[in-house]
């Protein structure tokens, strides 16, 4: 009797569509779920300057010796203490599998809404577990509709687990995501450069707004034009975002040569410049994971949007240090 013919090993079928009340029932609640984590993110680098003027309820003196009305610390600090704690849940919590299941997510969200004395680094925890806990689970549609502000900070996978143990997903590495990685944390540092770097020293003096007037309105008109871009990503997709890399670096180029050579007529002429920031890094953000779940394996999409965000932080927290050194440099005594 003849051996019976083996049939050849085929790869795993993508998981049927959902039908269109589910797909919306899920876009609708990552959508809110996102909206609701970055919520408190934003308000704190928001309302960086007046935290940094009010310490232990007391006033922190203005250096009186720059043109620039500096505070004593750069919002760039505000930033860092917003942003450090989030990447290292990024990098640790994927090593306790236990963690990742999406019945976490509710729990998590506690984190940013029980205030209290550790309020600020709840938040940042928060802030670092919904990426992990939420879209890596969606992997078949790894932004879906979360695109609110806030809304996708991609799913990270175990990168630190597959470093030091050599498991990624189905043995897929990271090739899906480098091309859009490197560009979009190119954006990121130069966006946050401008926001919590640039924007801080940026003052019109002549204006009828106050410098903390100004700082906030600023950091409202680039909320809103990430907020527009990334709701409507759908409507706008590219295939590549290197030319939006550029575009983000000749924004902070920009603004920076103004807080050094004043030659902006009006802080109006600013908050075009800032909305416009918004706008070009919100489309780089949902065409950057956009490609990146298109371009990696079924297997893999997890690791490869774990790379892309974890990319993205390192450049928001390099932003922030580059902050604090300018802050350093012009407002120096």
Not at 23 to 35: C, Q
Not at 74 to 86: E, N, Q, R
Not at 136 to 156: F, N, Q, V
Not at 240 to 251: E, K, S
């Amino acid at each position: 009797m003849a051996d019976e013919e083996e049939e050849p090993l085929l790869p795993p079928a993508e998981p049927p569509p959902d039908p269109p009340s589910a797909a919306w029932r899920n876009g609708a609640a990552f959508w809110i779920l996102g909206l609701c984590n970055n919520l408190p993110y934003v308000l704190m680098l928001s309302a960086a300057r007046d935290i940094l003027e009010l310490q232990q309820g007391e006033e922190v003196p203005h250096s009186n010796s720059s043109r620039y009305d500096c505070n004593q610390l750069s919002t760039g600090a505000v930033l860092l203490a917003d942003v450090l704690p989030s990447m290292l849940i990024k990098l640790l919590v994927p090593l306790a599998p236990h963690w990742l299941s999406c019945d976490r997510l509710i729990g998590q969200r506690s984190l940013g809404a029980g205030g209290g004395d550790s309020a600020d680094g709840d938040i940042s925890v928060s802030h670092g577990l919904s990426p992990v806990l939420g879209l890596g689970h969606w992997s078949r549609r790894p932004l879906g509709g979360a695109m609110g502000r806030g809304g996708a900070g991609g799913g990270a996978w175990p990168v630190t687990c597959s470093a030091a143990c050599g498991c990624s997903a189905n043995g897929d590495g990271p090739e899906g995501a480098l091309p859009d990685a490197f560009p979009l944390a190119v954006v990121y540092f130069a966006e946050y450069f401008i926001n919590q770097g640039v924007l801080d020293l940026l003052y019109f003096p002549t204006s009828s707004l106050s410098h903390n007037d100004q700082y906030r309105w600023s950091q409202l008109l680039y909320q809103a034009g990430v907020f527009a871009s990334r709701s409507g990503f759908r409507f706008l997709q590219l295939q590549q975002i290197w030319g939006l890399m550029g575009l983000q670096v000749l924004n902070a180029a920009i603004l920076l040569a103004a807080v050094l050579v004043p030659f902006l007529p009006a802080v109006g002429v600013a908050f075009a410049l800032v909305l416009w920031e918004g706008l070009v890094g919100g489309v780089a953000y949902g065409s950057a994971y956009l490609r990146v779940g298109q371009r990696a394996p079924p297997g893999g999409r997890g690791l490869a949007v774990a790379v892309t965000s974890l990319g993205e932080s390192l450049g928001v927290a390099l932003a922030g240090v580059a902050a604090m050194g300018l802050h350093r440099e012009l407002c120096a005594p």
